[in-house]
């Protein structure tokens, strides 16, 4: 089953305005929690993370949101810019399960327009 | 910048070769991950390792095996490779559970 679901495939958005990633997910073990930026053909990059002890993260244009009692989480990026174009991956782990493995959801394709 | 390194970048291979995808790091991690990515898919785990002599299938059923005898290494080999191979391979290392896991360029595999 899809334990980690990013259920917009792709988001357009104007250069200068606020881009915002949704996550989703349903294991209730999952305690740390992350975004991955991916262009084609190249490995993802870390973004940012927050642990389930937090509710909130920020780095520079990037914040993290966890709401633990609806299981989401969201990224915002403000102000979006043409290069944040990318594939955005949300990821969660569990601690002390299966080797602290990452379980990805399937990404969200956001273009930034000029 | 992260340490971890793939090698090839790009490979087309035939039916039926016997392939090895190389990933190294050099940060110490004790664990290391093999993902398989196809466009518009998500990241699936195919295999794991906790540490040397450590490795475990992952989510996704695959006819490739891995081995981790030193720990910078953890090369992921196909025996006889077929179409449906065809795919994205990302290696990646994390250091523990509370820290972000860093991933590799990736290897673009196809097989004709």
């Known amino acids: 089953d899809q334990q980690v679901k990013q259920n917009s495939p792709s988001l357009s958005v104007q250069e200068g305005r606020i881009s915002i990633l949704n996550c989703d997910y349903t294991?209730?073990?999952?305690?740390?929690f992350l975004w991955y930026k991916k262009y084609p053909a190249e490995g993802p990059t870390f973004l940012i993370s927050?642990?389930?002890?937090?509710d909130k993260n920020e780095d520079g244009r990037f914040t993290v949101f966890l709401n633990k009692s609806a299981k989401h989480l969201s990224l915002h990026i403000v102000p979006s810019q043409p290069g944040d174009s990318a594939v955005y991956f949300c990821?969660?782990?569990?601690?002390?399960?299966?080797?602290?493995?990452?379980?990805f959801g399937e990404g969200t394709q956001l273009t930034v327009n000029p | 910048e992260a340490d971890i390194y793939q090698t090839p970048r790009y490979l087309v291979i035939g039916t039926g070769k016997k392939i090895t995808l190389e990933c190294s790091q050099t940060?110490?991690?004790?664990?290391m991950y093999w993902y398989q990515q196809d466009p518009g898919m998500e990241l699936h785990l195919i295999h794991y390792s906790y540490g040397v002599n450590s490795t475990e299938k992952g989510d996704l059923s695959s006819e490739s095996t891995v081995s981790r005898i030193r720990t910078e290494h953890f090369p992921l080999t196909l025996e006889s490779a077929r179409p449906s191979h065809t795919s994205q391979y990302l290696c990646?290392?994390?250091?523990?559970?509370?820290?972000?896991?860093?991933f590799g360029q990736g290897t673009r595999l196809t097989v004709v």
């Open positions: 990646a290392s994390r250091p523990g559970g509370f820290s972000e896991a860093f």
């Open positions: 940060m110490g991690h004790d664990k």
């Open positions: 990821a969660a782990s569990a601690q002390g399960t299966s080797g602290s493995r990452l379980t």
């Open positions: 927050i642990s389930s002890i937090k």
């Open positions: 294991n209730s073990m999952f305690d740390y």
